[in-house]
């Protein structure tokens, strides 16, 4: 039995921070009902090249697990019907623009009042207050606004985008945790509460060491293409066919490296003794680095530098990631049920068994029929999607 069985969760979400906090509900084991516009659902269903008919790779990855209801919400029918489903639920996700959810009436204070139990779970782009709280905003707005371009990419390049949706997938996770958290504490108290994150508040948790160190020294960070500005050696290298990475942590990793790239004479070398002393000589030290590295060929160096106990790792492209045999050996690539599509599965085992993708992601209203059986008995229900 998975951890969050018989849980049940109504998401009203779209793109990715929302409906990835549902998704990983969904893979805990909770029954996440993900509720879409009868005319179109979700935005991210068209982001990209469709893998189905109205379906996005993208939405089918944040999406598998969970049941999909279309309602129309411009109908006070429909509207007095979700307020009624929403009491059988445990938990409502939502990440509406700003006044969105308190024009309907499905605000966190209105349900939470008609529902105590419930908790009530929102994803910001910039919080829940604040002057900039009524703000939308996408993953690249957050990223640039919260500092991150200007610490990424080479310092002789513009400032760069982090590649990879860092705020929205982690504003999902941490809303996710945000919920258990939660549903722990009702466990204990009876009583829900309200759950709010951001995608700002993410990016400053990201930033707690860079940020950290600007408040304490008043510095600002530089960019380092691979790097660290803090140690030495722990960056990537030019070998003669590609690039390594390489993360000589302490004093004692970087005298093995030393030795492992013809240099032993740099143990008895008093520039080099320590950290602080590698960093105040770097001028000197790195190009005799970058001259050895370049001599072999990159497999060459990954076999010497792991015989000599010196972390490293090829600078992999995803067609080579997807071909490594660790990637394989986790088994964290899953297909959901009647799709020929590999998608990565929850990133946590529980007894060793990783929680398996048990549906696909729904079609646009596919499962309304039995949701509104389970629900007979409220005092009005929604049109039925066709």
């Known amino acids: 039995m998975l951890p969050l069985s018989g849980i049940k969760v109504i998401e009203i979400a779209q793109n990715l921070a929302g409906p990835f906090a549902g998704r990983i509900l969904a893979n805990l084991g909770a029954d996440v009902v993900k509720l879409e516009r009868p005319d179109g659902g979700d935005d991210a269903r068209y982001w990209g090249a469709l893998l189905t008919p109205n379906a996005s790779y993208a939405f089918h990855a944040m ?3 969970k049941r999909g209801f279309a309602l129309d919400l411009r109908d006070p029918a429909a509207i007095a019907w979700l307020k009624q489903y929403i009491g059988r639920c445990d938990v409502l996700v939502q990440n509406m623009r700003p006044g969105v959810m308190e024009d309907l009436g499905l605000d966190a204070p209105s349900l939470r009042t008609a529902h105590p139990g419930l908790v009530y779970c929102s994803l910001w782009a910039f919080g829940n207050n604040g002057p900039m709280k009524m703000k939308p905003g996408y993953e690249p707005i957050v990223q640039a606004f919260a500092g991150m371009f200007s610490i990424n990419g080479a310092p002789e390049a513009p400032p760069t985008r982090i590649g990879v949706q860092l705020l929205d ?4 996770m ?7 958290a939660a549903l722990y504490r009702r466990q204990l108290t009876g009583e829900g509460c309200v759950v709010d994150t951001s995608l700002f508040e993410t990016a400053l948790g990201w930033l707690t060491l860079g940020f950290g160190a600007y408040k304490a020294s008043g510095t600002l960070p530089t ?15 030019e070998t003669s066919d590609g690039e390594v990475m390489v993360a000589a942590a302490n004093d004692r990793l970087f005298m093995k490296f030393a030795h492992a790239i013809g240099h032993p004479e740099w143990e008895a070398e008093p520039r080099f003794k320590t950290n602080a002393l590698r960093l105040a000589n770097k001028e000197e030290l790195m190009p005799q680095i970058e001259a ?10 990954i076999e010497r530098l792991e015989a000599a106990g010196v972390p490293c790792a090829p600078i992999n492209t995803l067609a080579e990631l997807a071909e490594e045999p660790q ?17 990565v599965g929850l990133p946590v085992k529980f007894d060793d068994v990783r929680p398996p993708i048990r549906r696909p992601a729904p079609r646009i209203g596919q499962h309304n029929d039995e949701i509104l059986d389970a629900a007979l008995g409220t005092p009005a229900a929604p049109r039925r999607s066709a």
């Open 63 to 65: 999406n598998y697990d």
């Open 327 to 343: 990637t394989d050996a986790v088994e964290i690539l899953q297909e959901a049920p009647g799709l020929a599509q590999q998608f």
């Open 174 to 180: 941490w809303a996710a945790l945000g919920c258990v």
């Open 292 to 301: 050895a590295m370049r001599s072999r060929r990159r497999a060459e160096w």
């Open 223 to 237: 960019r380092h293409r691979t790097g660290s500005g803090r140690i030495i050696v722990f960056q990537a290298f």
């Open 169 to 172: 997938l982690g504003t999902g």
